[in-house]
């Protein structure tokens, strides 16, 4: 069947779009002139452009992971993972540009590496530190990376892409295993790029400051706010009368995905937190420092968000199946989710001076509304259900 974007949708990402440029606007009007406008405003767009890159990024993964493990039951979703992880290139040409503006703008407070005072001796401001590590956080090889991140990321999309829609026409099993050698390519990639872009783009804003499990918890958010997203969408498909395949029983199992991903990043957050705080380091301790002092409240409140929220109300099989259940505790999560990521941002670049403002929320729903159309869109350009697939028939009779 194929889908169409009803005028509702596209209203709602009109609104969402529009909103975000009024908010944005008043947020840029109401900061220009002050001492951290540039800091914040990038900073505002590093927060936003990493968390909805990622959430195209964590469909990927997914995605690759059903491949590699060669599993049946999400045949009948398929086409809605690969409408999210379609998102992906616009979100890497947004972080792009961001980190294209901090880099001319010599890390613009953002990445102090980036700065040449830091690392040049004699200036007043050289930081040993920082100069220690340059042949790592060098401006070029920091590009080059990030440069290798996304030409990976791309290509791999593009092959499963195409290799599923031929899928489509000439049926057989030998695009389904170059599929399933592709995908566990994919994931020995991912498993060294999501711990060191999460490095790069996240943990080197506190360059003094450094977790061997900060890669992992990164990654963990990312997995769950990309399920948060796969549920949302496909339970919107499923309300208009699309997806006739998807049951409850796969819903059950998006759900179960979300229940364990939150208690993934939960596990993560908190052994990194118990471990630095149990050791009680002082350059180690500094991070959570500066966050408890100035983001007390937001950030245990984050905590509580992501790990309670779905602890407390997706415990049982029925809450799982429960549309209403899942659309609001994903809606919960995904909010929890995006305020992690401005406090590993903010506390970094702009500690005390940062808030949750105008600024923020519009450039949140600016990018929400044109993610919402991207995906939207993508859903439009192939039949949603894989007619071709070989697992389609026990995906169909999925029964848990």
């Known amino acids: 069947m194929e889908f169409t974007v009803t005028n509702k949708a596209k209203t709602l990402t009109i609104v969402l779009i529009a909103i975000g440029v009024l908010f944005t606007s008043i947020g840029v009007a109401m900061a220009v002139g002050h001492d951290h406008f540039a800091t914040r405003f990038l900073a505002s767009g590093l927060i936003n452009g990493f968390f909805f890159m990622a959430l195209g990024l964590g469909a990927l993964f997914f995605l690759a992971l059903q491949y590699a493990t060669e599993t049946g ?4 979703v398929k ?55 340059r042949p790592y956080l060098n401006e070029v090889f920091f590009w080059i990376r990030t440069l290798v991140y996304f030409v990976t990321y791309f290509l791999f999309l593009r092959g499963f ?10 049926g057989g099993t030998e695009l389904h295993f170059k599929n399933y050698k592709r995908g566990a390519l994919f994931l020995v990639f991912f498993a060294v790029f999501s711990s060191t872009s999460a490095w790069d783009w996240l943990m080197s804003i506190d360059v003094h400051w450094y977790s061997t499990l900060f890669g992992w918890y990164t990654f963990a958010g990312m997995w769950c706010s990309a399920m948060v997203v796969l549920i949302l969408v496909t339970l919107y498909l499923k309300s208009l009368g699309y997806l006739p395949n998807v049951n409850d029983s ?11 991903t939150s208690f993934l990043w939960s596990y993560l957050w908190f052994s990194q937190f118990m471990l630095i705080w149990f050791a009680n380091i002082g350059e180690e301790v500094v991070y959570y420092m500066n966050r408890i002092e100035n983001y007390k409240l937001l950030y245990f409140s ?4 992501n790990f309670a929220f779905p602890m407390l109300i ?16 994903g809606l919960v999560i995904l909010v929890g989710h995006w305020l992690d990521v401005f406090i590993m941002v903010s506390g970094g670049s702009m500690g005390p001076n940062a808030s949750v403002g105008f ?29 071709n697939h070989p697992f389609l028939d026990e995906s169909v009779h999925h029964e848990i």
């Open 79 to 133: 086409r809605v993972i690969e409408a999210i992880a379609g998102s992906l290139p616009y979100g890497m040409g947004f972080l792009g540009v961001i980190l294209m503006v901090i880099t001319f703008l010599d890390g613009a407070h953002i990445y102090s590496w980036m700065d040449p005072e830091m690392y040049t001796k004699g200036s007043h401001h050289y930081d040993e530190i920082i100069a220690g590590k």
């Open 359 to 387: 600024m923020e929320v519009g450039m949140a729903l600016l990018m929400a509304g044109v993610f919402i159309r991207i995906v939207l869109n993508n859903l439009t350009k192939a039949p949603l259900t894989p007619v």
């Open 73 to 76: 039951w999400y045949a009948s």
């Open 250 to 260: 796969h819903i059950h199992d998006i759900g179960k995905w979300i229940f364990a």
């Open 161 to 170: 892409r195409k290799r599923s829609l031929l899928e489509d026409a000439v």
């Open 314 to 329: 997706l415990m049982s099989r029925d809450a799982k199946r429960n549309v209403r259940i899942l659309t609001f505790v």
């Open 302 to 305: 984050m905590f509580f968000i």
